[in-house]
Structure formats: C-alpha cells, structure tokens
C-alpha cells in the first residue's frame, strides 16, 4: 500500500510583506550534504528590511500571448506527499534532472559520486547506474562529494551533461562535461573535460546548483568556501568567484578553452572584478532555479545560525552576506544596507534549521499550486508556497510538514514537482 505523509500541525499564511523562510545554518560543524547547523541562536520573526535600489530588470521570458494562457491562480492549499516511485529507494540524492531527449527518464545524483536513471514512471523497478566516478569525488566532508548535475539544453545532438563535484588534493570544486554513450543509457567516465575548478578553503558551503537557464548559458552556485562567519570575507569580494552565482558560455568549450565569458555579464569590464560573476553576497545557495514561465532566477540562501532566505537573484546586484544575515544585519546592531539586496523571504529557527530551494510550479496536476515558489527545511521537514507579485510576497502557505532531511526538490519535463529527501525517497505532492 503507498504510504501517504499528511500535514500535520497548524497551517500558517503570511499575505503581503515578506513571509517565512527556511532555515540553513553552519556556525562550524557539519549536517549531511547540506551546510553545517550551528546550536540555533534565539528565534526572531520575520520582518521586512530596508529596500535597496531597485535594478534594470532583464526582459521577462515569457510573452505577452503566454501569460495570457496562463491558468487562473487559485489559493494555496495544504498538500499531501507520497512516494512517487515506492520501489525504489537511494541513498544520498542531491540533484535530480532530465533530458530533453524524449525518453522521459530522470536521472539522479548521487552524493558519494554516482549518477541513475530511471523511466518517470511510479511503477519503476529498479534504476541504472549512468555514470559512476567515486575514484575522482571527494566526500571527506559531510558537504562535499558530487553536488550538481545538468544536461546540455542540445544534448539528443551532443550527448553532453554537466557535473559539480569536490575533489581533493588540492580540495576544489569542479565542473566537468562528460558524454553519453551510444545507447544514452550510460555515460563514459573517461570522457571528462574539466572546464572550471574553484580552490576550497574549507569543505563546507559548497554550493554546487549547476543549470542552464533559459538563455542557454550555465549558472553554478558557489559558496562563501566554508567555515563560519565568512572568515576571508569572500561573500562581498567581487574578485573571487565564491560567494557567487556564476552565468558562462560552455558552447565553445571544444575550441580550445573551457568557457567563455558572456558580453553582458554585469561584470565585464572591470578589473577589479572577475567577470563569470552574476550575482554575489551569498553564503551557501543551495538550489536554485529557473521560473519556466517568467525566466525569474529563485535561490535559497543557507544563513548562519538565525535566519534563512529566499532571493530572486537579479544581475550585478549584492545579496548581502556577511553584512546580513536574511534581512537582518549580521554582526552588529545597525548596518548600512544601502547597496544590499533584502530577500523576498526568510525565517528563524522556530521554523527550521537549513533551507533547501525548490521551483515555481507550472505543472497541471496541482492547480492550486501554479505560480508559486515551493521550498522546504531539510531539518524539520516544513515545505512552503509563496506567490510574489515582483515587489511583495501576497501569499504564503505551509502545505506540508513531515517529510525530514529535505536534500534536494526537482521537477519533471511537465513542470510536476518532486521532493528529494535522506531517508531515500522521491516524493510528490497530492491534493488530499
């Protein structure tokens, strides 16, 4: 019998202003694949920063004849999870992604180093080993090992797929493209073209989102390169790529360099700055993604010990840590937060202690859930919608509460959402 999670527990609503989010935090020690979790310091609410300027927004992705079509949004509701494939069960997902290849299989990263598939199908049996390369990852550290997986948006012509992972010796992180084999069903090991690696200082906070957005480019996530507190001040440097969400051009990558740099990076041009840079001032994202609808850019940021945040991350701008933890400053009572980006959302330790970052939904299946950004605590298991009409959160729900170790949230090629959790499920909402 397929075993149904419920919500349990209140159902809380913040309209308007800036709602809840999850909690992330890593003082010194480390939580299993996710930043380090500090002893929570005392719970705060959430409140509203001081707005910073406002941007040049790029053009929206979506036409004027498709938000036209879009569905009417209805309220949030509370939902229900279940196993969304009962047979199969794997330890340590971090990433899931799928090809758009036709097949309709989703692929699994595994943390120690593995990536398998599976056909998207809840009466799957078992799943394939598509690329294994334990030998090269490194998973000294609870946060390291392979992190991020993405497939190129040509790969039924290419074969080419994209992997995040630590190494060590030195201790780095590294993105790597690798090619399928013929039959698509596996992938050579040895086919690996390292295209950029990042020294780590410490094994925590290493990001590891890799996507390619709706403009064909590749974004990574970076973390502040670990410990607590951001020791080297990496997060407001403009001239280290920690810290960072990177946007770069691996279309060129056979012709004799490993990326290149996009004309209209926001950083282009100044030599105090390196130019892969899209975005900086955040201390671990862990998850971001693309709104398939609008093209917006949605991350969760991992805080230190009190709060947790939500970003829509927009080019060029500063997003504050370690000046400021959520919406709050950091280190002292009063902080200038004249060129800081506040987040959308956050929220304290009474809710969590580690946000993982998930989609807007634009599946068919949970009418009630269109439009929204869906995210979770990997400690307590908390999931929440959000609605943001582009200057204020206007609806803010938790619709669901029981599922634990939240690692990762994915979606499939219709835009239907998934959960990742350590206790080696994939979940899937349900309307009760």
């Known amino acids: ?65 498709a938000a036209e079509e879009m569905p009417t949004q209805t309220p949030l509701t509370v939902m229900a999870l279940e196993p969304a494939f009962p047979v199969l069960s794997h330890s340590r997902m971090v990433d899931m992604a799928y090809p758009e290849d036709g097949s309709d299989r989703l692929y699994v990263a595994l943390q120690p180093g593995r990536i398998v598939s599976f056909p998207n199908d809840p009466g799957a ?43 060590s010796r030195p201790r780095r992180s590294v993105v790597s493209r690798f090619s399928s084999n013929a039959d698509d069903r596996s992938a050579d090991p040895g ?52 810290g960072s969400i990177l946007r770069i051009d691996v279309s060129a990558a056979d012709s004799g360099r490993a990326y290149s740099v996009p004309d209209d990076n926001p950083f282009v041009g100044r030599e105090d700055a390196r130019p892969e840079i899209w975005a900086y001032g ?8 693309f709104d398939r609808a609008t093209g917006d850019l949605w991350a969760a940021d991992v805080g230190q010990n009190r709060f947790e945040e939500v970003d829509v991350i927009r080019p ?3 997003y504050g840590w370690n ?60 999931v929440w919608a959000l609605r943001y009409d582009g200057e204020a ?10 599922v634990s170790r939240i690692s990762s949230f994915a979606e499939d090629r219709a835009g239907e959402l998934y959960v990742l959790s350590f206790d080696g499920n994939i979940y899937r909402f349900v309307q009760p």
């Open 316 to 318: 060029g701008l500063n």
């Open 323 to 382: 000046v400021m933890e959520g919406a709050h400053c950091f280190r002292a009572q009063d902080c200038d937060r004249t060129s800081l980006e506040t987040p959308v959302a956050e929220y304290g330790r009474e809710d969590g202690c580690s946000v993982t970052g998930g989609y807007v939904y634009r599946g068919s299946l949970l009418p009630s859930l269109y439009g929204a950004y869906i995210y979770g605590d990997y400690c307590s298991g908390r």
């Open 393 to 402: 959160v206007t609806e803010h729900v938790r619709i669901a509460d029981s």
């Open 282 to 289: 955040l201390r671990n994202p862990w998850r971001f993604s």
């Open 1 to 65: 019998m397929v075993k149904r999670i419920w919500f349990r527990g209140l159902m809380s609503r913040t309209i308007g202003a800036v709602a809840l989010l999850a909690a992330l935090a890593a003082c010194g020690g480390d939580s299993p694949a996710r930043p380090s979790v500090s002893t929570p310091g005392a719970a705060a609410a959430a409140v509203p920063a001081e707005p910073a300027p406002t941007p040049t927004r790029p053009a929206s992705s979506v036409t004027q004849t």
């Open 191 to 242: 086919s690996e073209l390292a295209l950029l690696e990042v020294p780590q200082p410490f094994s925590n906070h290493n990001g590891g989102q890799i996507v390619f957005g709706p403009d064909g480019y590749l974004y990574v996530g970076l973390g502040d390169g670990g410990s607590g507190g951001d020791p080297h001040g990496n997060g407001q440097s403009v001239d280290t790529l920690l």
């Open 125 to 167: 049996e078992s799943s394939e080993v598509f690329l294994d390369i334990r030998d090269r990852v490194s998973a000294e550290g609870e946060e390291e090992g392979l992190l991020g997986l993405a497939f190129d948006p040509e790969y039924t012509a290419n074969g080419y797929f994209y992997v995040y992972y630590s190494a």
